[in-house]
């Protein structure tokens, strides 16, 4: 059994600041220092956007819409992958998933997420 939790969901204001974190537990927590982890969002009506990911080696990728202003990190001694999020926009408002996947992955390689949360809400009001 495998899972992954998220937290720090909210309602800010445009502007503001939110940190998600990711808690995993279960057989990834025996090599999770192995696995990419990685923040998905999905707002209503739009397409499932990969916002952030982090090897293990803590290479970092994201997406345009968000460069500048989140920020993924991981801990592994804790089995926890973050995401700080700054200069939040109406247009950031989704649901946040995180999300693994064993191994490295190079940034045009799309991950296949095998192991998912069950997502967080963020709501940003103008």
């Known amino acids: 059994q495998v899972q992954l939790v998220e937290s720090g969901g909210g309602s800010v204001q445009a502007g503001g600041s939110l940190k998600l974190s990711c808690v995993g537990s279960?057989?990834?927590?025996?090599?999770?220092?192995?696995?990419?982890l990685g923040w998905i969002r999905q707002a209503p009506g739009k397409e499932r956007e990969e916002v952030a990911r982090i090897n293990s080696d803590g290479a970092t990728k994201y997406a345009d819409s968000v460069k500048g202003r989140f920020t993924i990190s991981r801990d592994n001694t804790r089995n926890t992958v973050y995401l700080q999020m700054s200069d939040l926009k109406p247009e950031d408002t989704a649901t946040y998933f995180c999300a693994a996947r064993t191994g490295s992955w190079a940034p045009l390689v799309p991950v296949h997420w095998n192991i998912w949360g069950q997502g967080t809400q963020v709501t940003v009001s103008s």
């Open positions: 279960g057989y990834i927590t025996r090599s999770y220092r192995n696995y990419c």
